[in-house]
């Protein structure tokens, strides 16, 4: 029988007791170098050596949810909170663009002051002002009409992590009224109406197991996202899961392979979640089959307080402003970042 790396490739389903054998060698190192050496392979057919870079502008830390995992959520009354305004975000963008960048996400809290217009009306300025740039919107769960909405007024791309596909984990992180129902029915909404999509989920996160993992995969495997963003869960003081441990480098890198021979034209980050648990961990990621990076646009003023987990990195080299640190950490290791809108390639498109 053929092996699973050659039957994942070619798109063969697994169940979810063929997933968990899988994910269960995730240290073996014989598997790993395999997976990781394919899996570059396969990065390399469609992006060659190229790294794509996304300016990130975390423009409001507001949020109406109180997601246990998240620093941002609404009960944690340390957060300092902030808001950007539409002159501080094309601030961002003008200097963005002059460092290279050639696609900025919006991401933020569910921040109500950020209406359909708001945001609309931000999106157009962005359109207007960088008409070749690509606009990445992750501001969460909305109205179908508000999505479409927004993809007119100019954004091309949605960030919108499914987090677990399993309903009851989705139920133990997050406070009740969040649904994965209701997450997979932004996700189609976003997929329908013409964005790339781009979903994921956090390993290691509190009661995750393998099964878990197992139908996260098969989940991704249908909806078929242009973008898959993974990374591993990190505690945050101020949250009720402040005393579960992060999650694991090793298996965060190893879902990247699976991901990148699974999904083959899809853009991988390598998070920043994972440059947070290991300083080599971006590299990691990249050499696992990962090909975007996404450095912090936002104003240094603000970066400490967007804090999603503790000891996130926030003024090294995963800043935007150390692109050329970045750059030369990436050809270190034989790559290249590239100035360009990075959109995916066909084959992870139309499905
Ligand atoms: N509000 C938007 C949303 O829900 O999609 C975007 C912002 S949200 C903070 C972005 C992502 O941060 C989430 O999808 C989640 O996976 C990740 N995140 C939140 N808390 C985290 C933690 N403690 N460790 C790792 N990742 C975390």
Redesign the pocket.
Known sequence: MAHWMDRLASGEQFDTRQWVEILSQYQNETVREALFARARQTAQRYYGNAIYVRGLIEFTNY?K?D?F????RRSNACAQRYRLTKEDILSCCEEGYALGFRTFVL????DGRFTDDAICDIVSAMREGWPDCAITL????RSEESYRRLFAAGANRY???H?TADPEHYARLHPQGLTLEHRKACLYALKRIGYQVGS???VG?PYQTLEHLAQDLQFLSQLRPHMV?I??????RD?P?KDFK??SLEMTVYLLGILRLMLPGALLPATT?LGTISPKGREMGILAGANVVMPNLSPLSVRKKYL??DNKIATGEEAAEHLAALQRRMQAIGYTIVTDRGDCKPAAKGT
Request: glycine content about 22%; proline content about 5%; charged content about 10%.
């Open positions: 949020c949810n997601c995992y998240c620093g941002i991401q933020g809290g569910e992750s501001i969460g769960e960030l919108l992590r987090e994921g989920f956090m996160s963003g990374g591993p869960f990190i505690p945050h949250t899961f992060a999650g979640a999603l987990y």
